[in-house]
């Protein structure tokens, strides 16, 4: 299990479940990423789609999307079993403001996570990627919610299941909603919007992988440098040490033998190797 590490969380309000499912009427999750994103066309097709002057993509034959409906029972059903956790409020619509929303893929009943299942495809996958890629969105279903945590589920086409928990973040959620209410005002005014550029916090990867580095020539190459010169690094400090307890506290330089040594203003002492020929002690 990985933790994105961002403190914080979403101040509670009032919600109300949803019976009907007009995405025209609100601004959801996945939308909360085209508006964060960097992508004017998809921004302008979005502010269409609410206003109602074109109907929305036609999703029915996007594989990598249908992969992801086809798979989520799976993923919800793998994660319960790895975990021990139930899931429970599986696709619950849940709104606030009246023009923002949340329809979820569940609610994890021990912790009260935003539960979240994806699919992925294997090709340059990264945790840190898909973290970012569904930052938006997880921050936006926290919010409406009133959830601390969220947990990403990943089952990529590699054969490979990925949890992420991503943790509230007070700031980020605070600029996207000032997006999504603008972006809101402009579809209700008519306004086409623009780029918010408001940039993803970089996500922070606990430590708990063991990789096998075995395959990679630039490994092999640095750890081969890396044992031959170990000892002799070792060594090099030590002779460091001892020469820094050598100079005399009221020395501003000292040299002999081939090294030089300099104490700055702040008191921190440098080597340099010098060609014995051209050092002369000051006057001469």
């Known amino acids: 299990m990985t933790t994105i590490a961002t403190d914080g969380a979403a101040a509670p309000r009032s919600v109300t479940t949803l019976t009907r499912h007009d995405r025209r009427a609100f601004i959801g999750g996945s939308d909360a990423r085209i508006i964060m994103g960097d992508d004017q066309e998809s921004l302008t097709r979005l502010w269409r789609e609410k206003r109602g002057e074109i109907a929305p993509q036609d999703l029915s034959r996007n594989l990598v999307v249908q992969l992801g409906v086809a798979t989520e029972a799976l993923n919800r059903a793998w994660y319960q079993a790895a975990t ?31 539960f979240e299942a994806k699919f992925m495809l294997p090709w340059g996958f990264t945790e840190e990627a898909a973290a970012e890629k569904h930052m938006a969105q997880l921050q936006h279903n926290m919010w409406v919610v009133a959830a601390r945590a969220a947990v990403l589920s990943i089952i990529t086409g590699g054969g490979k299941w ?54 990679s020539n630039v490994w092999a190459e640095c750890a081969a440098i890396y044992l031959r010169t170990r000892e002799a690094h070792a060594e090099h400090e030590l002779a ?33 190797p010098v060609e014995m020929e051209r050092v002369h002690a000051p006057g001469q």
Request: hydrophobic share 45%.
């Open 162 to 215: 990925v949890e992420i928990t991503v943790h509230a973040d007070p700031l980020y959620q605070h600029l996207l909603l000032t997006a999504e209410k603008k972006f809101w005002r402009c579809v209700q005014s008519g306004e086409p919007p623009l780029l918010f550029g408001i940039e993803t916090p970089r996500p922070r990867l606990a430590a708990v992988k063991v990789v096998d580095m075995t395959a």
């Open 84 to 114: 021990g956790h139930a899931i429970t409020d599986i696709q619950k619509r849940v709104r606030v403001h009246g023009w923002m929303a949340a329809t979820l893929d569940g609610i994890v009943e021990q912790t009260g996570a935003v």
């Open 240 to 272: 460091k040490a001892e020469l820094k307890k050598l100079l005399p506290e009221n020395a501003k330089e000292a040299f002999g033998h081939g090294v030089r040594a300099k104490r700055s203003k702040a008191g921190a002492v440098s080597f340099d």
